[in-house]
């Protein structure tokens, strides 16, 4: 599950970057759901 999280995070960041750069809004909008479902995650297994 912490795996998954990481991944996740690490997906959010890369989706927000290049739809900043890209400016494709798309991208934002998935980075900012990878984000919060880590967010998620992360605070589900404490």
Known sequence: MK??????EKI???AMLIGLFQ???WAVAIGIGALVGSVYM????Q
């Open 12 to 14: 959010s960041a890369g």
């Open 23 to 25: 400016n494709n809004l």
């Open 42 to 45: 992360t605070r589900r297994m």
């Open 3 to 8: 795996r998954i999280a990481d991944w996740l």
